[in-house]
């Protein structure tokens, strides 16, 4: 009983931090403030603190905001929930529960390539504000991980570029068409992250759900060819892929083919 507690409390937490998230995704692209969400999107009166009750107040208010009945966005509940769940599967059973520290920087991580995602997702936009919160944040799970170091510092460094490599290729060739600067800087990051090895294993797997995406958008929309899809989601996917389940991925690898 108790720990069903523990874990409401958690994702009450997560929830509320996913709120903030919602913030985020929807003013760094356009460089707004980023105060909180305390006034209503649309007549501006300030909002009551058992509105903001993140998940529960949309479902409270049915979709609509209580001063001028608009209709709220279902990204704010989903993303609070989403949000919460993740907090949640962190927390509760994961490696990162060893250290607190580990925990709190994974989980900052995790809400990067939350933000990430949708914003590029729905504005085709990648905040140099948010990269360099994933960067930093990276950096610093770097330093309370056993084995950093100078040495496996500058190995991360080289990992980041080599990995970043063939995205930057698509960018300049495609005369920043097929590909931004942003996905460019988020690969880099992947590499460092993630090593080299895990890094194209991880842009691998974007490629090909990107594709399979791309085929289903193509199939069932009708879009023609030349409309654009936003990659950073799916570099994201890869990412969270190989952070989760990247040691049993490589493993089956090296048996498979034996190294
Ligand atoms: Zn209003």
Redesign the pocket.
Known sequence: MEKIFFELFIFIIGASIGSFLNVLIDRLPKEENINGRSH?D??G?KLNWYDMFPVFSYFILKGR?R??N?KLSWQYPLIEFITGVIFVVVIKDSPYVESLTRTVLMLSILSCFIVIFVSDLKYHLISDYILLALFIFSILLKFVTPLSGIHALTIDILSGLIVALPIWLIYFVSKERAMGLGDVYLAAIMGFLLGWQAGFLALYIAFVTGAIFGLIIIIFKKKKLKSKIAFGPFLVIGTVVMLFWGEKIMEIIKRVYGF
């Open positions: 209503c649309y007549c009166k905001s001063c001028c608009k």
